[in-house]
């Protein structure tokens, strides 16, 4: 089956809402590739080792959560992004990227898919975090202490994860925000939740969690948002009848 990457872009910007969610890059189709869509491979971030990966595939479209032309980049198309670029021209690959409105959506985004692995039930956006779906948070459905749910959390991603809290504390509501989320902690302690989830850590977000009262779990960037991704590539998969592809990059950020 094919579709056509006018079709591609429609239904997803739709799906995903993006004219409804300010970000700091445009969202959508941001490289121009192919007319026909046959064969569409996803992952985080669209660096040359993931074009490499799509042409090898023979895929005509690139679908990926971290794109290019962030807001504050360097402009000019020189270097690491003139040949990202020229890769995608020269192979007549589309490159979609969607970064805020896939970490929010409410099914497929990375932090409902990030629950759902860390055993959440009742998910609710959590009301103080704009856009609304960026921190979510929901009971564990089995007992859990620091140390336990560190150890589950490195089992269901697959890498260390750092923890800052008590061991032996007791863990029975969660909050979360994939990727670069260390600045929502504090949004996560006013909910009262006994822990915050996200990818990143900097120097004060130790702090903040010890004065706060929260226990801290930071578990990688990359890891922690491949599954949005992947989850809006098997929706494409069943919804159109299209070839798709989830090509994990590793990345220890
Ligand atoms: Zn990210």
């Given at each position: 089956?094919?579709?056509?990457?006018?079709?591609?872009?429609?239904?997803?910007?739709?799906?995903?809402?993006?004219?409804?969610?300010?970000?700091y890059c445009p969202n959508g189709l941001q490289v121009e590739g192919s007319s026909r869509v046959?064969?569409?491979?996803?992952?985080?971030?669209?660096?040359?080792?993931?074009?490499?990966?799509?042409?090898?595939?023979?895929?005509?479209?690139?679908?990926?959560?971290?794109?290019?032309?962030?807001?504050?980049?360097?402009?000019?198309i020189v270097g690491m992004k003139k040949r990202r670029i020229a890769s995608l021209l020269a192979n007549d690959i589309n490159l979609f990227a969607y970064h805020l409105p896939l970490d929010v959506h409410a099914e497929l985004g990375n932090?409902?898919?990030?629950?759902?692995?860390?055993?959440?039930?009742?998910?609710?956006?959590?009301?103080?975090?704009?856009?609304?779906?960026?921190?979510?948070?929901?009971k564990l459905e089995s007992e859990h202490t620091t140390a336990s749910l560190?150890?589950?959390?490195?089992?269901?991603?697959?890498?260390?994860?750092?923890?800052?809290?008590?061991?032996?504390?007791?863990?029975?509501t969660v909050a979360w925000c994939t990727g670069g989320g260390q600045n929502f902690i504090e949004q996560a302690a006013e909910l009262g939740v006994d822990a915050f989830v996200t990818g990143e850590v900097s120097e004060q977000t130790i702090h903040t969690a010890r004065e706060m009262g929260i226990v801290f779990f930071a578990a990688g960037h990359h890891a922690t948002e491949r599954y949005g991704v992947k989850a809006l590539g098997e929706h494409l998969h069943s919804h159109f009848d299209i070839d798709v592809e989830f090509i994990d990059i590793d990345n220890p950020a």
């Open positions: 089956m094919s579709i056509t990457s006018f079709e591609l872009k429609t239904y997803l910007d739709s799906l995903l809402r993006t004219n409804e969610i300010a970000d046959q064969k569409i491979v996803t992952g985080v971030t669209a660096s040359q080792a993931l074009i490499d990966a799509a042409i090898a595939k023979g895929a005509d479209t690139l679908l990926v959560h971290h794109g290019y032309f962030w807001k504050g980049e360097s402009q000019p932090n409902r898919q990030l629950g759902e692995l860390i055993g959440a039930s009742d998910i609710t956006a959590a009301a103080n975090a704009k856009p609304s779906g960026v921190v979510m948070h929901g560190q150890q589950k959390l490195s089992e269901v991603l697959k890498r260390s994860v750092l923890a800052e809290g008590d061991s032996s504390a007791p863990i029975s």
